[in-house]
């Protein structure tokens, strides 16, 4: 397991429409997974 202290970047990379964005917002809790796919934890 990989840990990314504070201060650090991190870049998301793969082609378009592969759902960058997507994760993105949901990291940020933009919107939360529809029910039953998943879950956004920290």
């Known amino acids: 397991m990989h840990i990314i202290d504070a201060g650090q970047r991190v870049g998301l990379l793969g082609p378009s429409g592969a ?17 039953g796919s998943g879950a956004v934890c920290n």
């Open 19 to 35: 759902g960058k964005n997507t994760v993105f917002a949901l990291l940020q809790r933009a919107f939360d997974p529809p029910r």
